[in-house]
């Protein structure tokens, strides 16, 4: 019997950044992160079961997906249902840019996790969806909760402890992320071949590892306060230090565009008047700027100065089947 399954998740934005990976395949990352939750923006997933075809069909966006990233969803597939499942027909759909940095395989993967076990008739916990999102994409098994994540490295060589974990409800803190949009293509490089480029040739690698785990500490203590200047202050710093690794490796991963740096600096110019507002970037153009929801006219007003289009999004709540 053919069996539908449907479900929405928002995309994460990493505070403290996830970059580098100590086990390819399981997705394991090199470091812990910690991130929030947006809402407004949503992957929406429909799982089918028992589609006639010898070959799954995954379409996003209303275009099938072919090769690789069909194979990709594929393994997936397999990974949650076992290779000997039936063939699926999986649909999605991003209210957003697709692969530009805005996190849409992390909303992606976990929307696909909870679809797919609910079309295969599998209860899991969250905690057990996120360790099957992370295998699809690493910053996806922070996506299954809303609010503020966690997401530890962990030790186990098969990934058993490297999952997300809730630090503090949607309800925690009135802040927002104004998205300035500073271009919607493709990135360059995927954030995978980025990883292992970066590991194989940085010579800054090292200690951006050995720095992580104190920037997770420090973003979590700064969160647990609501104390944003510290907060913000470890964002831009983790930010900073991720992309001086990946500028630094070679060849370089430079996903900064002019505009990138004239927000960066309207952000900079708005604190020097008094304003809490903090930047971050992940593998794309797009700067993320975290502020007190009441502050997020003014900092739009100054994005837009720039000439680049701002979206103000708030902390989004948890995946969930519709
Ligand atoms: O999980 P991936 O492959 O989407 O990698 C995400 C990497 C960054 O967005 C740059 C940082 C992060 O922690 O989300």
Redesign the pocket.
Known sequence: MSRTARAQAHPN??LI???GKRDIPL?LPAVS?L?VTLDSFMTDTTVTTEHADEHDLIVINGSPLTDRPAARVSRFLDLVASPDRPRCRVESHNNFPTAA?L?S??SAFGALALATCAAFDQDLDPTRLSLLARQG????CRSLWGGWVRWDRGSAADGRDSHGIPVAPRDHWDLSVVVAMVGSGPKPIG??AGMVRTQETCPLYPGWVSSAEADVAEGQAALLARDLDRLGAAMERSTYK?HATMIATWPPIRYWRPNTVAVLEAIEALRAGGLSAWSTM??GPNVKVLCRTADVPRVVEAIERTGVAARPLGVGGDARLV
């Open positions: 934005i990493a950044k996830y970059w997705n992160s991130s940095g996190a395989s992390a994409s690493g910053s996806a954030s995978t991720m992940d593998a």
